[in-house]
């Protein structure tokens, strides 16, 4: 028998002699013994690919592997595949890196298959990547960075006032493709105690504690419940509708709520057997559904909510049922979508320290400032005395705009003093944060004998889960946008957020408007077909135009769904006579063409949500733009970057970024509601021409003057005149800089009446999609094979950062129309809960059209949500026109389809 | 702390087996997953460095696949046209990742009903060898997976090998998996169906089915059926009434149970007829 006293192997070249456990996780040992932290973890059950390493030149999920299994082998891992020549450089060519979480293990295993072959297919590249999650990019440009090594092309440097356009790389793409992106989990303060939580196994009940101190001193940890949270034992993203316990206090609302948290050393608590915490539980029958919650004498989730309704949204114009009354044709419909998913592939993680007086909080965020007031208020700290520096974030979509981990490692470092730290396993992840909203909706439409829309009435209950998060937001958000951006009359939406004891239902890229354009979609199909008008036809019919007024009575300029249509009308056709000629020759699998379209408000509803760009020249003639936005790989780095370049006439290449961290930031919002490009972009404009317009002044030099940094100088010249500022030669301010400005940008909205009519948005988004998918008739089974986006950007920033949305927004369509379902308590993993794999994605087409926006910088408007809302509906509408079945709830698995296939032909 | 105990022997790991309580582990890649431990947890028999365990052979008597050998083992080896299907099946395991480290014979002891190895080696009439310091016995897959997550091995047992006879190199053979996507993705369904012909007509079949009861099933009446029909019309003959009475499809996560057995059917129909294809 072999003794095993160690482990020797080779690591990326090097020889590594290990004392650890030979059962241990290679993963762990890669990371946390060796340091190696660009192998990133997102599941510890090989469905997510994000810790592949190659033993041997094969590849593994390390996560998977128990380390003695590397005894004598040699294991490569991220930080050693720069042998492979250009992959890593094509990731950054083609922005195949978002967020970045999952790039070491698509590099990995893409290394693995071009060490075996120079010239890989697509299928190859497929097979090779088929075990890497990716959650942002719609992997299109991982295919093409992969099957792209060899080729070539120099960073574009575009020149000063040529930045807004560029296909610039992301500024922030080399750590994201080496693996030293530091993420929520790749950052420990020395002596940091590991944090677990004890979690409601339960939907809905009661509990109490047993002997928790002597629990703890047997196990030798601290542990901290509700009683010792020194403020305000209550958070919510929105200030009128805080209810959420950092940790619960006697009643648990949902499955994986937080009741207490222990921390100790990581060696300790690692080995704990949290089965014997002392908790008893008194389980209680918990209200699941919509339909449950809102009976008469249904139990209450929340005392103060009556009905379980945590707040209802409406938009009225006309006279709707006299529309309908005199409509030409009407058509009526239901739809229900379930919970779903962000999955993300990093799951919360993050560290505490104190730092003096104040907290320091390092983790995955979308919203540091929320976050730091939300602590303050539980912690019972003034604000000054948190600070959060947001780590790269694996992935956001919505749900990490909530508070998850921070009130947890918050608590134990300001009870203990000492650093802390936590990571979520996947199954605390996905059972504990939040969830797309659960839609039940119905919707009754008409049109005039030309095929106008006279009339629309729309009706949802929203499954908001345990509390309130953004279930306000979707309510509201919901009925401005159910009518799609078309010309409707006479209109009447609510949209009511209902309590239950799920998952809480927060954001998730669109806020409810996703789901509702899977009514309102399908059911303008139904419309077309039932007047005989082409489908794509009848949205040309019915589309907004500039000066047209919305249902909030709202009168719109820059409207941009009509190019999006028209862009389409090529493709359309071509699409449509591919399918006739595919179909002829075959019974059992028929191809379908369907189309759908899209509006998305920019920014808060109605609501105040002002970004602050602050811009400064150091007496050293360093020119830093600190960015407060944070970017969870959908960009904001860059085009920020790049809008203020252009806005000050100075290159791109001269920036210096810095942030976002609350401590040297200024607040520039939050990630959500397709708001950075168009908001904090707004301010990045201004803080470019206030900083250029203070230049010139100084100068007193003419508005066409040219602005160059030379050294500690900056140089303006204006054809033959030629001025200097010695900057060296300059007083500092409290920021350090010689020069500075900030500038702030609030979207100008106006709250909604009674009736939601007001102006809601400064900024609206367009767009459409064609989908053209196979439909197998005997198995119900769905392929997309083709998706053609167009949509209106008003002005494109970074077009390679804009298709990287585009795909990525596909993506996550295509797994809401045909796969992802979160069953709450069954499909708490990633591979119960399916979202699309490499081999899932179709060939995606995007057509970026520029229509401007008067409000937005340089024309701009947003498009990170946008890109979602279309792909379903287009999807649904193609297995209709391929198959005649009609789908009314999401997602399409193979045996509803077949159900609506024999429905459709019985 | 827990043992962890890799031996270089058959013998040694046996006599490990025996005295103590451990859990026997080869590719981990269910091991894993079951636990949200950095460790394994508890003590860990690993057979992974004995030589013997390893590999794909062919013997007289038939093929030979260690208990050791993994999915990618299976998908390189040189191996004839009846075990394309258990092939097939590999590359649609997991992922490159999953199959790389995952072995075959994990996968018959991890007995799920969705177990990929199943169906192939059901239709390749495969047994299990069974060693333990007593010695070996040798049960015939059905006999082995005896149930979800259940299996026939006794207390100081271990699976040493898959063994397929000679007979059953016969004839092409077909895999049909259907998931919900493409790549990591566990069965709603899946068949493995091997065929001989001769003068046009079907000589002999294994059929088998997975995902739609609690074990994995040889379909006997099905294959009754089809043997010394014309292969023209061989699919017309694949219906419900030879069908459906083997299996006990349930209602779960990824599909309903009626859709399950319309599913099964359809798929041993594409199967048959793509297998008639290849021997034709």
């Given at each position: 028998m072999k003794d095993l006293p160690g482990i020797a192997l080779t690591v990326n070249g090097a020889q590594a002699h290990l004392d650890v456990h030979p059962g241990r996780r290679l993963s762990e040992v890669l990371r946390e013994d060796l340091g190696l932290k660009g192998t990133k973890v997102g599941c510890d059950a090989g469905d997510c690919g994000a810790c592949t390493v190659l033993i041997d030149g094969a590849p593994v999920c390390a996560c998977l592997t128990p380390v003695a299994r590397v005894q004598g082998a040699e294991v490569t891992t991220v930080e050693g595949i720069a042998t492979v020549p250009g992959l890593q450089e094509a990731f950054l060519r083609h922005g195949a890196a978002q967020c970045g979480i999952c790039?070491?293990?698509?590099?990995?295993?893409?290394?693995?298959?071009?060490?075996?072959?120079?010239?890989?297919?697509?299928?190859?590249?497929?097979?090779?990547?088929?075990?890497?999650?990716?959650?942002?990019?719609?992997?299109?440009?991982?295919?093409?960075?992969?099957?792209?090594?060899?080729?070539?092309?120099?960073?574009?440097?575009?020149?000063?006032?040529?930045?807004?356009?560029?296909?610039?790389?992301?500024?922030?793409?080399?750590?994201?493709?080496?693996?030293?992106?530091?993420?929520?989990?790749?950052?420990?303060?020395?002596?940091?105690?590991?944090?677990?939580?004890?979690?409601?196994?339960?939907?809905?009940?009661?509990?109490?504690?047993?002997?928790?101190?002597?629990?703890?001193?047997?196990?030798?940890?601290?542990?901290?419940?509700?009683?010792?949270?020194?403020?305000?034992?209550?958070?919510?993203?929105?200030?009128?509708?805080?209810?959420?316990?950092?940790?619960?206090?006697?009643?648990?609302?949902?499955?994986?709520?937080?009741?207490?948290?222990?921390?100790?050393?990581?060696?300790?608590?690692?080995?704990?057997?949290?089965?014997?915490?002392?908790?008893?539980?008194?389980?209680?029958?918990?209200?699941?559904?919509?339909?449950?919650?809102?009976?008469?004498?249904?139990?209450?989730?929340?005392?103060?909510?009556?009905?379980?309704?945590?707040?209802?949204?409406?938009?009225?114009?006309?006279?709707?049922?006299?529309?309908?009354?005199?409509?030409?044709?009407?058509?009526?419909?239901?739809?229900?979508?379930?919970?779903?998913?962000?999955?993300?592939?990093?799951?919360?993680?993050?560290?505490?320290?104190?730092?003096?007086?104040?907290?320091?909080?390092?983790?995955?965020?979308?919203?540091?400032?929320?976050?730091?007031?939300?602590?303050?208020?539980?912690?019972?700290?003034?604000?000054?005395?948190?600070?959060?520096?947001?780590?790269?974030?694996?992935?956001?979509?919505?749900?990490?705009?909530?508070?998850?981990?921070?009130?947890?490692?918050?608590?134990?470092?300001?009870?203990?003093?000492?650093?802390?730290?936590?990571?979520?396993?996947?199954?605390?992840?996905?059972?504990?944060?939040?969830?797309?909203?659960?839609?039940?909706?119905?919707?009754?439409?008409?049109?005039?004998?030309?095929?106008?829309?006279?009339?629309?009435?729309?009706?949802?209950?929203?499954?908001?889960?345990?509390?309130?998060?953004?279930?306000?937001?979707?309510?509201?958000?919901?009925?401005?946008?159910?009518?799609?951006?078309?010309?409707?009359?006479?209109?009447?939406?609510?949209?009511?957020?209902?309590?239950?004891?799920?998952?809480?239902?927060?954001?998730?890229?669109?806020?409810?408007?996703?789901?509702?354009?899977?009514?309102?979609?399908?059911?303008?199909?139904?419309?077309?077909?039932?007047?005989?008008?082409?489908?794509?036809?009848?949205?040309?019919?019915?589309?907004?135009?500039?000066?047209?007024?919305?249902?909030?009575?709202?009168?719109?300029?820059?409207?941009?769904?009509?190019?999006?249509?028209?862009?389409?009308?090529?493709?359309?056709?071509?699409?449509?006579?591919?399918?006739?000629?595919?179909?002829?020759?075959?019974?059992?699998?028929?191809?379908?063409?369907?189309?759908?379209?899209?509006?998305?408000?920019?920014?808060?509803?109605?609501?105040?949500?002002?970004?602050?760009?602050?811009?400064?020249?150091?007496?050293?003639g360093h020119l830093r733009l600190h960015q407060g936005a944070a970017d969870i790989g959908q960009g904001a780095n860059t085009v920020i970057a790049q809008i203020c370049a252009d806005a000050m006439g100075v290159a791109l290449s001269q920036f210096e970024l810095v942030g976002p961290d609350t401590a040297v930031t200024p607040d520039c919002g939050k990630t959500s509601a397709s708001r950075q490009t168009f908001v904090t972009g707004k301010a990045a404009m201004l803080a470019g021409q206030a900083l250029r317009a203070k230049i010139l002044g100084q100068t007193n030099m003419g508005a066409g003057a040219r602005i160059s940094l030379q050294g500690d100088c900056i140089e303006v010249t204006d054809g033959s005149h030629n001025r200097r500022i010695d900057l060296s030669a300059l007083p500092e301010d409290q920021h350090g800089y010689v020069l500075s400005v900030d500038e702030t940008y609030d979207p100008p909205t106006g709250a909604l009446d009674e009736n939601g009519q007001g102006v809601p948005y400064a900024v609206y988004g367009y767009g459409a999609q064609i989908a053209e998918v196979d439909v197998d008739l005997k198995l119900g089974t769905v392929t997309v094979i083709r998706m053609t986006a167009a949509h209106d950007l008003g002005r494109v920033i970074n077009p390679l950062l804009a298709e990287g949305q585009i795909e990525g927004g596909i993506a996550q369509g295509l797994g809401l129309a045909l796969m992802e379902e979160y069953l709450p308590g069954r499909t708490e993993n990633l591979h119960d809960y399916l979202i699309p794999t490499i081999g899932d994605m179709p060939e995606i087409r995007s057509i970026l059209i520029e229509k401007p926006d008067p409000e937005g910088p340089f024309g701009a408007k947003g498009l990170g949500e946008h890109v979602l809302i279309p792909t379903a509906p287009a999807i649904l509408n193609a297995i209709r026109h391929a198959s005649g079945a009609r789908i009314d709830r999401v997602p399409a698995l193979p045996h509803r389809v077949l159900r609506a296939i024999r429905r459709a032909g019985s | 702390m827990n043992a962890y105990f890799r031996p270089d022997t058959l013998a040694e790991a046996l006599d490990v087996l025996e005295t103590e309580s451990v859990t026997v582990a080869a590719g981990c890649t269910d091991l894993f997953p079951a636990t949200e431990r950095p460790t394994l947890p508890g003590s860990i028999l690993d057979i992974t460095a004995i030589p013997g365990l390893r590999g794909v052979q062919q013997t007289a008597d038939g093929w030979r696949i260690g208990a050791t050998a993994s999915w990618a083992d299976i998908i390189r080896a040189d191996l004839p046209p009846a075990f394309d299907m258990l092939q097939q099946a590999g590359r649609e395991v997991g992922s490159v990742q999953i199959q790389t480290a995952g072995t075959i014979a994990g996968n018959l002891c991890n007995a799920s009903p969705a177990a990929d190895g199943v169906p192939p080696l059901l239709a390749l009439d495969a047994s299990v060898e069974l060693t333990s310091k007593t010695g070996t016995r040798c049960l015939p897959l059905s006999s082995f997976v005896i149930g979800v997550r259940q299996t026939a091995l006794v207390p100081g047992e271990l699976v040493s090998a898959i063994t397929i006879p000679n007979s059953a190199g016969e004839g092409a053979s077909r895999f049909l998996k259907l998931g919900a996507r493409r790549y990591l993705v566990i069965s709603i369904a899946m068949v493995a169906v091997r065929l001989s012909v001769r003068s046009d007509k079907i000589a002999s079949a294994a059929i088998a089915v997975g995902a739609c009861s609690p074990v994995a099933q040889r379909l006997d009446m099905l294959e009754a059926r089809l043997i010394g029909l014309p292969v023209g019309g061989v699919a017309k003959a694949i219906t419900g009434d030879v069908v459906s009475p083997s299996l006990s499809p349930i209602d779960d996560v990824r599909g309903d149970a009626g859709y399950r057995e319309d599913a099964a059917i359809e798929l041993i129909q594409r199967a048959v007829t793509r297998a008639v294809e290849d021997v034709s």
């Open positions: 790039t070491p293990g698509m590099l990995v295993a893409a290394s693995a298959l071009l060490s075996r072959t120079d010239t890989p297919s697509r299928a190859d590249v497929e097979d090779a990547l088929g075990g890497v999650l990716c959650r942002c990019t719609g992997y299109a440009k991982i295919i093409d960075a992969v099957l792209d090594v060899s080729g070539a092309g120099d960073p574009l440097v575009p020149e000063a006032g040529a930045a807004i356009g560029a296909p610039v790389r992301r500024l922030d793409g080399g750590p994201k493709v080496d693996g030293t992106e530091v993420f929520g989990a790749d950052f420990a303060p020395e002596g940091a105690l590991l944090v677990k939580a004890i979690r409601s196994p339960h939907f809905a009940g009661g509990f109490s504690f047993g002997d928790i101190d002597a629990w703890a001193e047997t196990n030798q940890v601290r542990v901290f419940t509700a009683r010792d949270i020194p403020g305000r034992n209550r958070f919510s993203v929105i200030p009128a509708f805080v209810d959420q316990p950092a940790l619960a206090d006697g009643v648990v609302r949902m499955r994986g709520e937080a009741v207490a948290v222990i921390a100790g050393p990581p060696d300790v608590v690692e080995h704990l057997d949290l089965s014997g915490f002392p908790v008893q539980w008194d389980q209680q029958d918990p209200i699941m559904t919509a339909d449950q919650a809102t009976p008469n004498g249904a139990q209450q989730v929340h005392k103060d909510r009556n009905g379980n309704l945590l707040i209802a949204g409406k938009v009225r114009c006309g006279d709707p049922e006299q529309a309908l009354a005199k409509a030409a044709q009407t058509c009526s419909g239901q739809a229900t979508t379930g919970y779903v998913e962000h999955a993300y592939i990093e799951p919360e993680a993050g560290a505490a320290w104190m730092q003096g007086d104040t907290l320091v909080i390092h983790a995955c965020t979308q919203a540091p400032v929320m976050d730091r007031d939300e602590l303050a208020a539980i912690l019972g700290l003034e604000q000054s005395q948190v600070r959060i520096i947001p780590s790269a974030a694996g992935g956001g979509f919505g749900a990490k705009l909530d508070l998850s981990l921070q009130p947890l490692i918050g608590l134990v470092t300001l009870k203990t003093g000492l650093p802390s730290r936590m990571v979520y396993t996947r199954r605390e992840s996905m059972s504990s944060t939040t969830k797309r909203h659960p839609g039940q909706m119905t919707a009754r439409a008409g049109i005039d004998a030309a095929g106008k829309l006279t009339s629309m009435v729309f009706d949802g209950d929203f499954n908001t889960g345990a509390y309130a998060s953004w279930g306000p937001t979707v309510a509201v958000r919901v009925p401005v946008h159910a009518c799609g951006p078309y010309r409707i009359p006479n209109y009447h939406a609510e949209a009511r957020a209902i309590h239950t004891n799920g998952p809480v239902s927060g954001a998730f890229r669109g806020f409810g408007v996703p789901q509702a354009a899977i009514l309102q979609e399908t059911l303008f199909d139904d419309l077309a077909l039932a007047a005989g008008i082409d489908r794509l036809a009848f949205r040309q019919i019915n589309a907004l135009r500039d000066g047209d007024r919305t249902v909030c009575g709202q009168e719109l300029y820059g409207v941009g769904i009509e190019d999006c249509l028209e862009a389409l009308e090529g493709p359309w056709a071509d699409a449509l006579a591919a399918a006739q000629a595919a179909n002829a020759s075959k019974d059992t699998i028929k191809r379908g063409v369907g189309i759908a379209s899209c509006w998305y408000g920019c920014g808060n509803t109605s609501l105040p949500n002002p970004s602050t760009i602050r811009l400064g020249l150091t007496r050293h | -």
